[in-house]
């Protein structure tokens, strides 16, 4: 015979085995998002280049330059972010008040670990400012006069 108490520890024990692997999908998914911040920033910077180069030229700053890609890296994390926190609230009130519902006949009680979110929002949005620092990096690369000289 096995206690209640026992019988639910060892329940519990096999769910967060079972759910240990999401911690390491959630590490990947935040090295491909982060690899993925870094590509199109640096997709956008080498294809523009040539005006930012120009801006540089007329006398416009590094640091106006670097702004402007960190800007750009912001607004990309923040609507990201609003639609990933929109879309995650929608599908787990999907899984638990329907799916889980419907094909178990059982259901999760909904609790938002809002602790969790106020941590991870801010720290996604420095891990993609630190992604944008390549980026940055290649508008400072080449030196204005030689890229407007290719023209």
């Known amino acids: 015979m096995i206690s209640g108490k026992k019988m639910r520890h060892n329940i519990m024990q096999i769910f967060d085995e079972t759910f240990a692997i999401t911690s390491v999908l959630l590490l990947i998914a935040l090295i491909v998002a982060g690899l993925g911040i870094t590509i199109s920033l640096t997709m956008l910077v080498l294809e523009r ?11 416009g700053s590094f640091r ?52 969790a979110i106020g941590i991870s929002l801010p720290l996604i949005l420095i891990t993609a400012l630190f992604a944008s620092l390549p980026a940055v990096y290649l508008v400072f690369r080449q030196s204005p006069s030689n890229l407007l000289r290719e023209c």
């Open 64 to 115: 106006q330059i670097r702004s402007m890609v960190f800007w750009e890296a912001f607004i990309m994390v923040v609507t990201g972010e609003c639609a990933g926190l929109l879309c995650g609230f929608f599908l787990s009130y999907l899984l638990v008040y329907v799916i889980n519902f419907q094909s178990f006949g059982w259901t999760f009680l909904y609790r938002v670990d809002w602790r």
């Open 49 to 59: 280049s040539r005006q930012l180069h120009t801006i540089l030229a007329v006398g």
